[in-house]
C-alpha cells in the first residue's frame, strides 16, 4: 500500500525563545487582571496597538486568541454557542469560536499556560480596516462586559491613497487619546507613545528581511513557519521584545541561507499562499506541501504585518499610513500589482488560494483574481475550499486532492 | 492481436462510488476492465475488480508489470505501487483517446472536475465541485430514490420529455423538495428528470468555461448518453465522448504504469 512518506524537519533554534514570549505575553496580562496592577485593552490584529503600548495598556489581540482556537481544533465545537445567539456560521469565524470561547469558558490559555481565563478588558479598540466583524464582535463584549469601545473607521477598497484619507485617519487615532486617558487613568505621554512606534518600526523592517529570506532558493522556511514565528510581531507589537525576537530569529534565517538549508528537503516548487491559514490544519498541510517537496514560499497573510512606514518622528500620520496601505484594505487592482511584485521577488511556480468560507476580506479569489494572475504571470493557480477556523466547511480528502493534483500539473 | 504475453499495465480506479480498473497491453490497448459498487471495502473491492478485469483479458496476476492506483480511495490498494490522482489520470486517459487541446467534464458519484489540457496533454488547470453533491452523480441517485425510479431508467425518460421543468435550488436535499412539489403540481416525470439532468450540466457549466475541444467522462455520462446531447444542445459544440467514459481515469492510470514500468 503506497504510504506517505514521513517528512522531518529541521527546527528553528529560536522557536524556544517564540514560545516563551507568547507565554510571558499572557502570565503578564493574568497577573495584572489578579493584581489589578495594570490596565488592559483589547486590540483588533491591526489596531492602533502602538498608542495603546505608549498609553502604559497591557494589549489582547482576540484574533490570537481566535487562532489559538483554531490551532487547537477547539474552535469547531464552540461556534455553534454563538451561532446559537444570532451571529450566523458565515461570518467571521475568529469572532464566533471567540464568543463561543467566552460562553462555554473553555480556552486554549488553560491548556497551554494554566490560565483560567482571557484577561478581562478596560478598554476595547477596533480598526475597521480589516472587516466589520472586529467591530462587532468587540460591541458584543461591550454590551456584555460594559466595557467602553472606541475604534478607527479606516476608508475601504482604496487604489492611490489620498492624503485627506491619512488625514482622516490620524485624526480618528488622535482622537481616542482622551477616551483611553479616561480609562488608564494617566495621562498621555508623546514620548512614551513614539518609543513603542520605534519599536513596532524597528519589528517590521526585521520582519520583513526574515520573510524575504524565504526568496532564496531553496527556501530557509516555510509559510507554516512564518504564521508561528509572527507572533511576537502580532502580540509583542511596539514593545522592546517582539523587536528582540526578530533579531534573534533573522540571522538564523540567514545561516541557513548561507549554509543551504532546505526547510523542504529537496524544494522542487515554489508556492504562494493567497488568504488566510487553515489554523485547525497547519500541521498536516505542512506535511503534505513538504512530502510533495514543495515549499509554500511567500504569503499575503504574513507580509500583512510589515508596518515599514511607521516613523516616530510622525507618530500620528505615520500609523495613518501604515494602516490604510495595508493589503487588505486596497482595491482589486492594487492586491493584483502587489502578487505580482511578490512573484518577481520571490520566484514561485504556482499560487495556491484559500477561499476561507468566513472571511470574505482574506479571499481574493471571489472575483477572478486567480485567473487574471494565471494568465498575467504564466503560473497555474489552485483554489482550495476552507476556512480559519470552522473546519466544518474544509473537506480534508478534497483539498489533499486538489494539493497533490496541482504538484502533478506543475511536474507535467 | 494483443501482447499480453509480455506484461500488461493495470489501472487502477478506486472512486467514491465505484471502482473501476482497466488491464492495458504494451500497445495500449485495453484487453480487460471491470466496474464494481467500491463500498466500504475499498480494498477488497480492489481485489475483486481486478481478478475480474484480468480473467477478461486472459492474464494472471503475474503479468502485471506495473500497477497504478487512482481515485478516493487510491491510496487502500495493496497492490499497487504507486498513486495518482484521478485529475492526472483522467486528462492521461482522455488524452490517450482524443490527442488534442481540449476541456475535459469528468462526472463522477461524488466529484465534479473540469479538467483543460493543450495540445501536448500538459494540464493547464483543473478545477473540482466545492464539497457539495450538487451536480455529482450522487444527486441523481438520491434524486432517483426521491422518484422511486430506477437510476438506469433516468436517461430513458428524460428523452421523452417534452417540457423540461427547471429546478432553481442549488442544494441536492433541497432539490428532493422541490421535485416532490413539481409532482404535487401535476408535472410529469420524464420532464422532471430531463430537469434534474439540465440541473446536473449547470452546476458542470458554471465551474469553468469551456475551451478547446470538450470531452466528457465518468460514470455518469456512461449511463445517461442523454446528458451529453444536452450538453451538445446547450453548448453547441461538439463533445467527445471516449468508448468507455466510466473507464477514462482507470484508464489513464495504466497509461501511467505503462510509462513507470519503462522508465
Ligand atoms: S479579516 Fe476576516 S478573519 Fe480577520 S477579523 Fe475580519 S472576518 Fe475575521
Known amino acids: 500500500m503506497t504510504e506517505e512518506k514521513k517528512v522531518t524537519r529541521k527546527k528553528i533554534e529560536a522557536t524556544r525563545v517564540c514560545k516563551k514570549i507568547m507565554a510571558d505575553h499572557f502570565y503578564e496580562m493574568d497577573e495584572a487582571v489578579k493584581t489589578g496592577s495594570r490596565k488592559i485593552a483589547w486590540c483588533t490584529s491591526v489596531g492602533p496597538a502602538e498608542l495603546l503600548r505608549g498609553m502604559g495598556f497591557l494589549v489582547y489581540f482576540p484574533e490570537n486568541h481566535g487562532a489559538m482556537l483554531g490551532a487547537t481544533r477547539m474552535a469547531t465545537d464552540l461556534i455553534p454557542y454563538a451561532n446559537a445567539l ?190 488566510m491559514p487553515i489554523w485547525g490544519k497547519l500541521r498536516p498541510l505542512s506535511e503534505q506541501f ?123 | 492481436m494483443t501482447n499480453s504475453s509480455e506484461g500488461v499495465f493495470a489501472g487502477v480506479d478506486v472512486g467514491a462510488s465505484r471502482t473501476k480498473v482497466a488491464i492495458l497491453d504494451r500497445e495500449a490497448n485495453l484487453i480487460g476492465h471491470c466496474v464494481r459498487k467500491s463500498g466500504t471495502d475499498f480494498s477488497g473491492t480492489s481485489e475483486l475488480c481486478l481478478d475480474a478485469a484480468l480473467l477478461m483479458a486472459g492474464v494472471s496476476r503475474e503479468a502485471i508489470r506495473y500497477c497504478i492506483s487512482t481515485g478516493y480511495g487510491r491510496k487502500n490498494v495493496a497492490f499497487s505501487s504507486e498513486t495518482k490522482t484521478e485529475i492526472g489520470c483522467h486528462a492521461k486517459g482522455c488524452y490517450h483517446y482524443f490527442p488534442m487541446a481540449m476541456t475535459i467534464i469528468d462526472i463522477g458519484g461524488q466529484d465534479n472536475k473540469v479538467i483543460k489540457i493543450d495540445d501536448q496533454g500538459r494540464r493547464i488547470n483543473f478545477k473540482m465541485n466545492r464539497k457539495c453533491a450538487a451536480g455529482t452523480g450522487a444527486f441523481l441517485e438520491e434524486m432517483s430514490a426521491r422518484l422511486d425510479i430506477p437510476l438506469e431508467d433516468m436517461d430513458a425518460l428524460a428523452r421523452q420529455s417534452t417540457e423540461m421543468v427547471e429546478l432553481g435550488s442549488y442544494c441536492t436535499v433541497f432539490s428532493g423538495t422541490e421535485v416532490l412539489e413539481k409532482i404535487r403540481q401535476g408535472k410529469k416525470v420524464p420532464d422532471i428528470v430531463k430537469g434534474l439532468f439540465y440541473s446536473v450540466i449547470k452546476r458542470v457549466l458554471e465551474m469553468d468555461s469551456l475551451t478547446d475541444r470538450v470531452a466528457m467522462t465518468g460514470g455518469v455520462v456512461a449511463h445517461n448518453p442523454y446528458l451529453v446531447d444536452m450538453v451538445k444542445e446547450i453548448t453547441s459544440r461538439e463533445v467527445l465522448v471516449p468508448e468507455h467514459p466510466q473507464l477514462t481515469g482507470a484508464v489513464g492510470a495504466a497509461l501511467f504504469a505503462m510509462e513507470a514500468a519503462n522508465r
Request: contains cysteine; proline residues 5%; hydrophobic residues 35%.
Open chain 1, 86 to 275: 444570532g451571529y450566523s456560521p458565515d461570518i467571521c469565524s475568529y469572532l464566533t469560536c471567540d464568543i463561543g470561547s467566552y460562553l462555554q469558558k473553555k480556552t486554549p490559555l488553560t491548556m497551554a499556560y494554566n490560565i483560567e481565563s482571557v484577561p478581562r478588558p478596560d478598554v476595547l479598540v477596533f480598526n475597521t480596516n480589516q472587516c466589520r466583524d472586529v467591530q462587532d464582535w468587540f460591541a458584543w463584549y461591550s454590551r456584555e462586559l460594559n466595557v467602553p469601545l472606541v475604534g478607527v473607521h479606516t476608508h475601504r477598497d482604496i487604489g492611490d491613497i489620498e492624503p485627506i484619507q491619512i488625514k482622516d485617519i490620524a485624526a480618528q487615532i488622535e482622537e481616542l487619546v482622551p477616551a483611553l486617558e479616561a480609562v488608564s487613568g494617566e495621562k498621555f505621554d508623546m514620548d512614551r507613545f513614539k518609543e513603542a512606534v520605534g519599536y513596532s518600526r524597528r519589528t517590521s523592517e526585521l520582519w520583513r528581511a526574515c520573510l524575504e529570506t524565504a526568496a532564496a532558493i531553496p527556501s530557509p522556511w516555510t509559510f507554516f513557519d512564518a504564521t508561528i514565528h509572527m507572533g511576537p510581531a502580532v502580540v509583542a507589537r511596539g514593545t522592546r521584545e517582539g523587536m528582540e525576537y526578530y533579531e534573534l530569529l533573522l540571522p538564523e534565517l540567514k545561516q541557513r541561507v548561507k549554509d543551504g538549508v532546505a526547510a523542504v528537503e529537496g524544494e522542487r516548487h515554489r508556492l504562494y499562499w493567497e488568504g
Open chain 1, 290 to 412: 513538504s512530502s510533495l517537496k514543495a515549499c509554500v514560499v511567500a504569503s499575503t497573510y504574513c507580509n500583512s504585518w510589515i508596518f515599514d512606514q511607521l516613523d516616530p518622528a510622525r507618530p500620528f500620520e505615520s500609523m495613518a499610513e501604515a494602516y490604510t496601505e495595508l493589503f487588505i484594505v486596497r482595491d482589486e487592482p492594487f492586491k493584483e500589482k502587489y502578487i505580482s511584485e511578490c512573484f518577481e521577488k520571490f520566484r514561485f511556480d504556482g499560487i495556491v488560494f484559500h477561499d476561507a468560507k468566513t472571511c470574505p476580506n482574506n479571499s481574493n479569489n471571489r472575483y477572478g483574481m486567480p485567473e487574471r494572475l494565471s494568465k498575467k504571470l504564466g503560473i497555474p493557480v489552485l483554489t482550495i475550499n476552507g476556512d480559519l477556523c470552522d473546519l466544518r466547511c474544509y473537506s480534508e480528502e478534497q483539498t489533499k486532492t486538489n494539493i497533490e493534483a496541482f504538484i502533478e500539473q506543475l511536474e507535467e
